[in-house]
C-alpha cells in the first residue's frame, strides 16, 4: 500500500451545516490529508461533478460523501445519475445518511454505491465512522497518484 | 185355418190401433216434431186398418169405390210420414226431400186416378202395373231410405243412441214389409199360407218395436246401457289416477255422455268458467250443413264446486229421472275427484312455491353480488310461474327514490312492449307515485289483479293489461328495493303466493344488507390498509428525520463539553450529561419504535424453524450477560414449529434476555419449557427475579410501559409488545404470571404444524 501524499479530494454533499461541520471536524482529525469541498444540494453536486456553472473549475473529487436527504434533487437521483455517466462511474461514493431505512441501504447499493454508513447519534461513533472511512479509502486505493483499481 | 188367421188380423188390427193410439198419446205428453211425426205415422195406419175393417166385402158403388181410394192414399202418405219422422233425427239432402214428395204425390194421385177397384178374376189391365209400380217404388223406396238413414244415424253413437236408431230402423223396414205383403195379399183373398202366417207375425212383431226404438222403457235402456257402464268402471278407475280438473273432466264426460247417449258435456268451476269439454264425435253425416235438427234436452248435475250439464243427441231417446240419478251418482264421483285434484294442486303450488324460494334463497346467499342475486330471483319466479316478466327498483343515492335497475326477466311468451320497458328503465320513482312508489312508501306487497283496472298505475297506457305484483325488497323496515312481476292475463290475488314473492323480497333484503356490510368492510380495510402505510411511513420518517435533529443536540453537546471543558463547572457539565443522556434514550425509543413497527409490516415467512437452535443462539448473543450475572439458563428439549425464524429468534432473545435481566439478589436462574397439547405448542420462561404484581399482567405486553425505573433496569419498555405482536401474528397468544420476589413466567403458545399448514 502506498498512500497518495497529495490530499484527497472529498464532495461533502449536505444541507445540514451542522452535519457539514461535524464531518469536516472529523476528517480532519483523520491520518489523511483531505480537501473538502461542499455542496448542499443534489443540482450542485452534478455540477460540481460536471465541472460546469459555477464549478467549472473544481477538480474532479476522489470521493463522494452523499446524504441522502437533500433538497431538489434528492441523494438517490445523484447517486443514479452519476452510476449512468460513464465519466463520473468510477468515483466511489459512500452513502452517508441519518436513515436506517433497510430500503434505503438497499437502494443505495443496487444504484452502485461503494459504502452505506448510517451517522451514529453518539460524537465519538461518529468519528469512528469517519475513520473507517479513511480506512475504506486506503482499500480501494492501489496505486499513488490517484490511479484506482476497483 | 182361415178362422185362425182371421183372428191373427183381429188381434193385429188390435194391435195396430192400441199402437197409434200410443202414439198419439206420446205426442200430447212430449210435443215434438219427432213424436209429432211417428203420431202421424201410426195413427193414420191405424186409421185406415180400422176403417178397412169395417169395410164391405164388395165395392161396387161409386161411394164404396172413392172411400176405399182416399184410404188407399192415406196408405200412400204412410211411407212419407216415416220419412219426416227420420228427417227429424238424420236431416237428409234437399233433393231427396224432392223425389219423396214427388213420390208420394204421384202414388197418391196414381190412386186417385184409378178407374175401379181390381176384382179377382179381371184381366190385369197394363196401367195397373203402372200404379202398382208407383205404389211400390212409394213404399218400399223411402221405406228403404228411412231404414238406412236411421241405422247410419246411430253409427258412432254411444249405446244407447245407436241401439235406439237401429232399433228404430228395422222397426221401418218390419212395418213397411208387413203393411206391404198385407197390402197386397190381403185384396186377393184367397187361403192364407203357412208364410203368410209367420210375415204377418213378423209385421206384427215389428210394430211394438218401432214404439220400442222411440220411447224406451227404463228396463231398455238400462239393457242399452250396459256396455257403457262397463266402459264406466274402468273410467272409474281412472279417475282415481286423475290429479286435475281437466283430466276429470277428459276422463268423466265422455263416460257420462255415452252412458245416457248425450252429445256433449260441460264442467264448471264454482265460477260458472268451463274447465273441460266433450263433444261426441257426430254421426254419420247428421246433416249435411253440419246443423243438427231437434237440438236434445239438457241434464244439469250440480257439484259442491260447480256442475256439469250433459247435452241428449237428438238420437237421445229422452233424459228421464232415471238418467238424471245415473248423472247424479257420477256427480259424487266427479265431486270427489275434483276434491282430490284441488288438494293435490294446492299440495303441489305449495311445494313449487317452497321449491321457488328455496332456490331464490341459495342464490341469494351465493357470493355474487346483489344484482346477480335479483336476477336470478326474476328468472326463478318467471320460469317456474306463471308470471312472464319481471322488473327490480333500487334506492340508491336518494332515499326517496327509487332508481330502475335494467335487470329484467323476460320470458319468450310476454307481451310487455319496448316502449313500456324503456319507460320502466328511465322512471325513477317517488314515494307513495304509482304502484311501485306505493309499495315503496309503505313497505307492504301489491297484487293488482289487473292493471287495466288499477288507477294507480302510472304505465297503464303502455301495457295491454294483465296482472302485476309488486314487493318490496326491505332490510330490516327500510325499503331499499322493489320487485314487480308482470302477466300477460289478469289474475285474482292469491295470498299464498304473494306471501312467496314478499319471503323473495326478504331474502334479497338479506343479499342486500351483506352487500352493504362487505362494501363497509372492504373500506375498513381500505382504511386500514391505508393507515397501515402510513404508519409505515412515519417509521421511516421517524428512522431518519427524527434522528438527525437528535444527533445535532447529542454531537454538538458532546463536542461543547469536549471544547469547552474548563469553562464549564460541575453544574454544566451535569446539564450537558442530561441532555446527551435524553438525546440517546430519545433515540433508542425512535428506534424501538420504528423496529415494533416492523414486525407488523414485514411478510411474514413460515418455514420449520428448530427452537433449541434459537435458543442456542439467543444464549450466545447473551453470553457476555450470562457471564456478568452468574445465571443458570436451562431448556426442555424443544420443538421444531411453523414460523419466521427472525422474529421467533427476536421472541425468544427478548424473553430470555429479561429474564436475566430483572433478577433480584440470588443467582438467576431461567428455564425454558414446552408442553405438547391438543391443537398447539405451550412454551414458558420462567426465572426467580424481581416478578411483579399479578395486577400488571396485562399492562407489561403495553408498548413503553415500563413497571421499573431506568435506573433500576434500563430499557424502553417495548421488548413484551413486540413479543406479543410476534406470538400473535403467528396464531398463538402470550401472558405473563408472576409475583413478586418470586419470579415471573411469560406463557406463549404456537399452533402445531399441522394446524399450521391446515
Not at chain 1, 431505512?101 to 454508513?117: K, Q, T, V
Not at chain 2, 304509482?434 to 312508501?441: E, L, M, N, P, Y
Not at chain 2, 411511513?537 to 463536542?559: G, W
Not at chain 2, 453470553?623 to 456478568?628: Q, R
Amino acid at each position: 500500500m502506498n498512500p497518495s501524499y497529495r490530499p484527497i479530494n472529498i464532495l461533502l454533499v449536505e444541507d445540514n451545516p451542522g452535519d457539514v461541520e461535524l464531518t469536516e471536524d472529523a476528517l480532519r482529525k483523520s491520518k489523511v490529508a483531505t480537501k473538502v469541498s461542499v455542496v448542499t444540494d443534489g443540482e450542485d453536486a452534478m455540477d460540481y461533478l460536471r465541472q460546469q456553472n459555477a464549478y467549472h473549475q473544481e477538480t474532479m473529487p476522489d470521493l463522494v460523501l452523499l446524504d441522502l436527504n437533500l433538497p431538489r434533487k434528492d441523494g438517490m437521483e445523484v447517486l443514479r445519475e452519476m452510476k449512468d455517466d460513464p465519466n463520473l462511474k468510477h468515483i466511489p461514493v459512500v452513502v452517508l445518511t441519518t436513515s436506517e431505512a433497510e430500503r434505503d441501504i438497499l437502494a443505495s447499493y443496487e444504484l452502485g454505491a461503494n459504502c452505506f454508513i448510517s451517522k451514529p447519534v453518539d460524537l465519538t461513533e461518529f468519528r469512528k465512522v469517519v475513520e473507517s472511512i479513511d480506512d475504506f479509502w486506503f482499500t480501494i486505493v492501489k496505486l499513488p497518484g490517484g490511479s484506482r483499481i476497483r | 185355418m182361415n178362422q185362425a188367421f182371421e183372428t191373427l188380423q183381429t188381434i193385429e188390427l188390435l194391435a195396430f190401433t192400441l199402437l197409434g193410439v200410443l202414439a198419439v198419446r206420446h205426442w200430447r205428453r212430449r210435443p215434438s216434431p219427432a213424436s209429432g211425426w211417428l203420431a202421424a205415422t201410426l195413427g193414420s195406419f191405424a186409421f185406415v186398418a180400422m176403417i178397412s175393417s169395417f169395410f164391405p166385402e164388395e165395392i161396387d158403388t161409386p161411394a164404396t169405390l172413392w172411400a176405399a181410394k182416399g184410404l188407399f192414399s192415406i196408405l200412400c202418405l204412410f211411407p212419407h210420414f216415416l220419412y219426416r219422422f227420420m228427417s227429424t233425427f238424420v236431416k237428409p239432402p234437399r233433393w231427396l226431400d224432392r223425389v219423396a214428395v214427388a213420390l208420394t204425390a204421384s202414388a197418391c194421385l196414381a190412386t186417385l186416378m184409378l178407374p175401379y177397384s181390381p176384382q179377382p178374376g179381371d184381366p190385369v189391365q197394363w196401367w195397373f202395373f203402372g200404379f202398382i209400380g208407383v205404389f211400390l217404388a212409394n213404399w218400399s223406396g223411402l221405406s228403404v231410405v228411412v231404414g238406412v238413414r236411421l241405422w247410419r244415424g246411430g253409427k258412432g253413437q254411444p249405446g244407447v243412441a245407436r241401439r235406439r236408431m237401429r232399433t228404430l230402423s228395422m222397426a221401418t223396414l218390419g212395418l213397411a214389409l208387413a203393411l206391404l205383403i198385407s197390402g197386397v195379399s190381403a185384396p186377393g183373398g184367397g187361403d192364407p199360407t203357412p208364410l203368410s202366417f209367420v210375415l204377418q207375425i213378423a209385421a206384427f212383431a215389428t210394430a211394438p218395436l218401432f214404439l220400442l226404438g222411440f220411447a224406451p222403457p227404463r228396463l231398455v235402456r238400462m239393457a242399452w246401457r250396459r256396455e257403457e257402464e262397463l266402459a264406466l268402471r274402468a273410467a272409474e278407475l281412472e279417475l282415481m289416477k286423475a290429479l286435475d280438473p281437466q283430466h276429470i273432466a277428459d276422463i268423466l264426460l265422455p263416460s257420462m255422455c255415452a252412458l245416457v247417449g248425450g252429445e256433449a258435456a260441460v264442467l264448471h268451476d264454482i265460477h260458472g268458467e268451463v274447465v273441460g269439454s266433450y263433444l261426441a264425435p257426430a254421426g254419420k253425416s247428421p246433416t249435411p250443413d253440419g246443423e243438427r235438427p231437434d237440438r236434445g234436452s239438457a241434464l244439469t248435475v250440480p257439484l259442491r264446486s260447480g256442475d256439469i250439464v250433459v247435452h241428449a243427441s237428438p238420437f237421445t231417446p229422452f233424459f228421464g229421472s232415471e238418467e238424471a240419478q245415473i248423472l247424479q251418482s257420477l256427480g259424487v264421483l266427479a265431486d270427489l275427484a275434483l276434491a282430490r285434484a284441488e288438494h293435490f294442486q294446492a299440495e303441489q303450488r305449495k311445494n313449487s312455491y317452497l321449491l321457488i324460494l328455496q332456490q331464490v334463497t341459495a342464490s341469494a346467499n351465493a357470493p355474487e353480488g346483489t344484482r346477480e342475486a335479483i336476477q336470478a330471483a326474476l328468472d326463478t319466479v318467471c320460469r317456474e310461474t306463471w308470471w312472464t316478466a319481471g322488473h327490480a327498483y333500487m334506492i340508491n343515492a336518494d332515499p326517496n327514490r327509487t332508481e330502475p335497475t335494467q335487470i329484467w326477466h323476460l320470458e319468450a311468451s310476454s307481451e310487455l312492449s319496448e316502449d313500456f320497458r324503456s319507460a320502466s328503465g328511465h322512471s325513477s320513482l317517488v314515494t307513495g307515485e304509482g304502484i311501485a312508489g306505493k309499495v315503496f312508501s309503505t313497505g307492504e306487497s301489491w297484487w293488482v289483479p289487473d292493471l287495466k283496472q288499477e288507477p294507480a298505475f302510472s304505465r297503464a297506457d303502455l301495457v295491454t293489461g294483465g296482472a302485476a305484483a309488486v314487493v318490496p325488497i326491505k332490510v330490516g323496515s327500510d325499503v331499499v328495493g322493489i320487485l314487480e312481476f308482470f302477466a300477460g292475463e289478469p289474475h285474482e290475488p292469491d295470498d299464498e303466493f304473494l306471501n312467496v314473492l314478499t319471503q323473495i323480497g326478504v331474502q334479497l333484503g338479506r343479499t342486500v344488507e351483506r352487500a352493504r356490510s362487505q362494501e363497509q368492510l372492504a373500506r375498513r380495510a381500505e382504511d386500514l390498509a391505508r393507515s397501515n402505510a402510513d404508519l409505515e411511513q412515519f417509521a421511516y420518517v421517524a428512522s431518519h428525520d427524527l434522528q438527525e435533529p437528535l444527533r445535532m443536540v447529542n454531537s454538538y453537546m458532546q463536542l461543547l463539553s469536549e471544547r469547552y471543558e474548563n469553562q464549564l463547572d460541575e453544574t454544566g457539565q451535569r446539564y450537558i450529561h442530561y441532555a446527551v443522556d435524553g438525546a440517546t434514550r430519545m433515540q433508542s425509543l425512535v428506534r424501538d419504535l420504528l423496529s415494533f413497527s416492523r414486525v407488523g409490516s414485514r411478510g411474514l415467512e413460515l418455514v420449520p424453524t428448530d427452537l433449541n437452535r434459537v435458543v442456542g443462539q439467543a444464549l450466545n448473543n447473551f453470553e457476555m450477560a450470562i457471564k456478568e450475572s452468574g445465571a443458570v439458563v436451562s431448556s426442555d428439549n424443544l420443538p421444531t414449529v411453523n414460523g419466521d425464524p427472525g422474529q421467533l429468534s427476536q421472541l425468544l432473545q427478548n424473553l430470555i434476555g429479561n429474564a436475566i435481566k430483572f433478577h433480584g439478589s440470588t443467582q438467576p436462574e431461567v428455564r425454558i419449557t414446552a408442553e405438547h397439547r391438543p391443537d398447539e405448542w405451550l412454551f414458558g420462561v420462567t426465572d426467580n427475579g424481581v416478578g411483579f404484581d399479578a395486577k400488571y399482567a396485562e399492562r407489561v405486553f403495553v408498548i413503553f410501559k415500563r413497571l421499573h425505573s431506568r435506573e433500576e433496569y434500563p430499557g424502553t419498555g417495548i421488548g413484551l409488545a413486540i413479543c406479543k405482536k410476534i406470538v400473535e401474528r403467528h396464531g398463538g397468544r402470550i401472558w405473563a404470571e408472576s409475583e413478586i420476589g418470586k419470579g415471573t413466567t411469560i406463557f406463549f403458545t404456537l399452533p402445531r404444524p399441522e394446524e399450521v399448514a391446515a
